[in-house]
Structure formats: structure tokens, C-alpha cells
């Protein structure tokens, strides 16, 4: 996909700024794994009408409304369990089915709407993980998969995060870069609780080890972070193959650059092949381009 087949104009509710929202997404093998598990999706949602009779012509049998939002998705099925890029093919594939037909968008957003709209997507990461469990308990060679996820949704100038597992939302503005999300690993825990210190936590053997997935047995913690975005910011989410060879500050500078979304996944997957591609890597980027 080229930049204009990926840049798309948002207007934000109650307000007359608009910005242009470039966005890109990648994904690689590696070096070193048999099969690609990692998937992603950059999609826009739009209200629309499918015309099946009328005497009014129209351009086009099926016409479209406003954005609803834009969504981007990363899912880094578990390596070491079976099947897990089907984990992840299910997942976003279901996360998208309830988007579009269970969710309550936002349309002119008060705070009651807005804190139902978070517990949707609570309820979304929920019914991804119903349906993973029950083609694992269908198939045997299903038997165990699992996967990470990690949904950005933009209603701008807000941006919720759907967040299950490791796969990472990163946010880079004109204060730096800063995580958003919170790694769901067992080297977390110990940090949290006085385990690890911070330079131990990336280097822990402990730090692969998720505590909590979409396919796991029991609940998945699914957890939802808001943020205001300004013109200009910059958004990345990635599995663990692009942070397991990059620092933080090596992304920043990378997804900073002036260069485009397409460009700034190419330079991040190859950053990381170069160093070993140890596991799939995805990215997926995006930049609120003011108008």
C-alpha cells in the first residue's frame, strides 16, 4: 500500500480541527522462526448504507458516512504453543466482529458513553478469547495456542488501547516517547513487586513469560489505557520482535524521523533482522499530520 491508499482526513467531535492520519503496517518472519505468527489490521470504520432498491440514483449502491474511527490491531500468537498464528488470525478477526456489530461507537461522546464504549472493549477481548478457546477445544492440533492483543482505536483527538499480553503501544510526542501500555509478563510482576529493577526486567528469562493472553486458561486481563493525542504525535504498536533488538530511545529516534509510515516500519523490521530477528517482528504506525 502506498501513503495515499493509507492517509485518511479525521475530523474531531465538537471541534473543527482536522488532521490527516497517516498510517502504514508491516510484518516479518525473522531470522530465526519456521512461521510467521504475529498479524495486524489498519482498517476505518465508517456508518454505511447498501442501496437495494430505489427511483434516486446514486453513485454507488453503497454509500458511506462518517468515520467511526480508525483501528489498529497487532496479535503475536504464543510461539511456544500450536497454531498460534491461527490464535492470532482468530482474534483479530473476532475482535473486528464485535466492533462492527456488539460495540456502542462514539459518536458525539459525554463521559457515560465513553465509559461504556471502554467496557465494550473490554467485552471484545473477551469474545476473542471465547472464540480462540473454542476452536482450541475443537481441533487437537489447536490444543494450547494463544496470543497477544493490542487494538488502538482513534476517535480523534482521543486514542483508547485494547491491551492483552506484551505486544506494545508506543506514543511519541514532542516530550519524548513513552509506553503506554503495561507488559503482562511474569518479569512485570516481580518488578511490581520488588523483584526485579528496571534493568533487569528486558533481560529476565521471566520476561517472555505472559500471565495473561487471549486463549489462556481463565480470564484474560484486558485492559484499556486513554490518551489525548496532539497534531503531530506519532503512535506505534509492535510485537515483542522489534523492542527484543531495539532500546526504547532507538525506536524513538526511528518513528521521529521525517520520513513516511511505510518507511519507518521498513527501517524498524530491518533494524531488528539485522540484529537477529530472533522472532517475528511487526509494526504498525501512524501520524497525526496537522491540517
Known amino acids: 500500500m502506498n501513503e495515499d491508499e493509507t492517509?485518511?482526513?479525521i475530523k474531531g467531535h465538537n471541534d473543527q480541527k482536522v488532521i490527516r492520519f497517516e498510517c502504514s503496517g508491516k510484518t516479518d518472519i525473522g531470522q530465526k522462526r519456521r512461521l510467521n505468527q504475529d498479524q495486524f489490521l489498519i482498517a476505518q470504520l465508517h456508518k454505511s448504507l447498501q442501496i437495494l432498491r430505489s427511483s434516486v440514483e446514486f453513485d454507488s449502491n453503497e454509500v458511506f458516512g462518517?468515520?467511526?474511527g480508525t483501528v489498529m490491531f497487532v496479535a503475536d500468537g504464543m510461539g511456544g504453543a500450536n497454531a498460534g498464528e491461527v490464535a492470532s488470525q482468530i482474534a483479530i478477526k473476532n475482535t473486528t466482529d464485535f466492533l462492527l456489530n456488539s460495540m456502542h461507537w462514539l459518536f458525539h461522546p459525554t463521559e457515560?458513553?465513553?465509559q461504556r464504549f471502554v467496557e465494550d472493549l473490554r467485552s471484545a477481548a473477551i469474545f476473542s478469547h471465547n472464540a480462540v478457546r473454542a476452536d482450541s477445544e475443537m481441533d487437537p492440533n489447536h490444543r494450547g495456542m494463544g496470543t497477544t492483543l493490542t487494538?488502538?482505536?482513534l476517535v480523534w483527538p482521543m486514542l483508547y488501547v485494547l491491551h492483552v499480553g506484551d505486544s506494545k503501544c508506543y506514543i511519541r510526542n514532542q516530550h519524548g516517547l513513552t509506553q503506554l501500555t503495561k507488559d503482562q509478563t511474569l518479569a512485570q510482576v516481580l518488578y511490581d513487586n520488588g523483584g526485579l529493577?528496571?534493568?533487569s526486567v528486558e533481560e529476565s528469562p521471566y520476561s517472555h513469560v505472559l500471565v495473561s493472553a487471549i486463549g489462556i486458561d481463565g480470564k484474560p486481563n484486558a485492559v484499556v489505557y486513554r490518551t489525548r493525542l496532539e497534531p503531530n504525535d506519532r503512535i506505534l504498536l509492535c510485537s515483542d520482535g522489534v523492542n527484543a533488538h531495539l532500546s526504547d530511545s532507538e525506536i524513538s529516534e526511528i518513528i521521529n524521523s521525517e520520513i513516511s509510515c511505510d518507511?519507518?516500519?521498513n527501517r524498524l523490521i530491518a533494524?531488528?533482522?539485522e540484529r537477529g530477528g530472533r522472532d517475528n517482528i511487526t509494526a504498525?504506525?501512524?501520524i497525526c499530520h496537522p491540517i
Request: glycine share 4%; with cysteine.
Open 271 to 273: 533494524t531488528a533482522n
Open 7 to 9: 492517509a485518511v482526513y
Open 151 to 153: 487494538l488502538a482505536y
Open 284 to 286: 504498525v504506525t501512524g
Open 112 to 114: 457515560s458513553d465513553t
Open 66 to 68: 462518517q468515520s467511526m
Open 197 to 199: 529493577d528496571t534493568a
Open 263 to 265: 518507511e519507518i516500519c
